[in-house]
Structures are given as structure tokens and as C-alpha cells.
């Protein structure tokens, strides 16, 4: 079983519609996160939540809009596309602030293509 | 806020032979989680080996191996015996323990492993 899982792992779409990414972890983990990757592949955070509840959103333009149904899902809706959030987006999981590891664990990606 | 810095956008070694991906980052904690991540081909971030900033032992998982120092901010990877699998992007990141739980990644490696 895959421990963390995107859908969809390729998406393309045209400027101006809105589109989302879903997630999922069978860890048991707390916490989730949104990772960027651009064009040069550096990787940023872009959200986290715990527990549902958003703990870092790091000053992402506010087309973008995480939600948690629960612990194990994290969505990631994209309102009105543009040419530049053409990337990689990972999803990632871990346990929160735990004694025994605070490694995240990173989804396969979905390479989001705007044209 | 921390930042994450690998000088080497590209390294090449041969087959079996040994190979070392430099990191340094910069932070004003003491107590922090190092992590290197490998991204083949098919982007999945994978972990190769983590390292507790309160341990003075450097880790060490089978062919890997890291170079801690923590006094010079400088966390280097050390890949003995190099396989045609090891080809991939190789990323070092920084995780503070205290603040919110984000991975601040570098700029990434490019090993290519040659025949």
C-alpha cells in the first residue's frame, strides 16, 4: 500500500480554471504539508496543516486554498490558473513534533502543466 | 531564517567509486533535524539518511553516509561504492525542532553515475 498518494499525477489545463489536487496518508501521521517545486526544481513549502487545523501558509497567493477534510487528507484547490504555477506539487506527511522522528514522507507528486 | 545552500548543481563519479555532495545551512537554533533526500527520475523525494543535531555521531545507512560538523554549519553526504541507481537529484534539507515543521530545502545536486 502506498503510504502517501496524490491524485491526479499529471494534470494540464488551460489558463483561468481551477483545478485541485487531492492527498492522502495511510501513516497515521498528525501533520501534512504542500510542497512547491519549480521549473529549477527547488522545493518550497507552501502550506501545513495539524490535525486539520492550518499551521504554516507561507504567503501563498490566496488562489490557492488547502483543505483538510480530515487528518489523512489534505486537498489542494488552485482557483483561476496562470502560466507560473506551472510545477510539481508534492505532498508530504509526519508524525507532529514526535520524540521518536520528524521525517517527512513525500507523495509521487503531481506535475501541474498551465497552458 | 534558515537557509539551506549546496554549492554543486552537478557532480559525476564512476561506477563504484566514492562520491561526497556538500551542503552548509545557516540558522541560529541549536537543536535541528538535518535530511538528505534523493529525487530519481520518476520524482519521487526519497529519504537517504537523517541526522539529529544533538547526536555527534555521524549516521550512516548502508552505502551512505554523512560528514556533521556542526560548528561549520556543513552536512555533507558521502556515497561509497556508486551504482548506476544512485543517479538522481540530490537535495539537503533543514528542519528546526521548535518552530513550525517545514523543511527548508537547497538549490540540489545532479549526480550522474558514469559506467
Not at chain 1, 490557492?64 to 507560473?84: Q, R
Not at chain 2, 539529529?52 to 554523512?66: C, D, H, L, M, P
Not at chain 2, 560538523?69 to 528546526?96: H, N, P, R, T, V
Request: charged share 20%.
Amino acid at each position: 500500500d502506498t503510504a502517501v498518494s496524490q491524485t491526479p499525477k499529471y494534470l494540464v489545463t488551460q489558463m483561468g480554471n481551477d483545478k485541485s489536487i487531492k492527498c492522502e496518508q495511510n501513516l497515521g501521521h498528525d501533520t501534512m504539508y504542500w510542497y512547491k517545486q519549480d521549473s529549477k526544481k527547488f522545493l518550497k513549502i507552501m502550506f501545513s496543516y495539524n490535525n486539520k487545523e492550518l499551521i504554516i501558509n507561507e504567503t501563498v497567493p490566496n488562489r490557492f486554498s488547502p483543505k483538510s477534510p480530515d487528518k489523512a487528507h489534505l486537498n489542494l484547490h488552485i482557483n483561476s490558473l496562470e502560466l507560473g504555477d506551472s510545477a510539481v506539487y508534492f505532498c508530504a506527511s509526519s508524525p507532529f513534533r514526535s520524540s521518536s522522528t520528524d521525517t517527512q514522507y513525500f507523495g509521487p507528486g503531481t506535475r501541474l502543466t498551465v497552458l | 531564517a534558515q537557509t539551506v545552500t549546496q554549492s554543486q548543481p552537478e557532480m559525476s563519479v564512476q561506477e563504484a567509486e566514492t562520491v561526497t555532495l556538500s551542503c552548509t545551512y545557516d540558522t541560529s537554533e541549536s537543536d535541528y533535524y538535518l535530511f538528505w533526500y534523493k529525487q530519481p527520475p520518476s520524482r519521487q523525494m526519497i529519504l537517504v539518511i537523517r541526522q539529529e543535531a544533538y547526536k555527534q555521531q555521524n549516521a550512516t545507512e548502508n552505502r551512505f553516509s554523512v560528514n556533521f560538523q556542526k560548528a561549520a554549519k556543513s552536512f555533507s553526504l558521502k556515497i561509497s561504492d556508486s551504482q548506476l541507481g544512485d543517479a538522481a537529484m540530490y537535495f539537503c534539507a533543514f528542519l528546526e525542532i521548535q518552530g513550525a515543521q517545514k523543511l527548508v530545502f537547497g538549490q540540489g545536486t545532479r549526480l550522474t553515475i558514469n559506467p
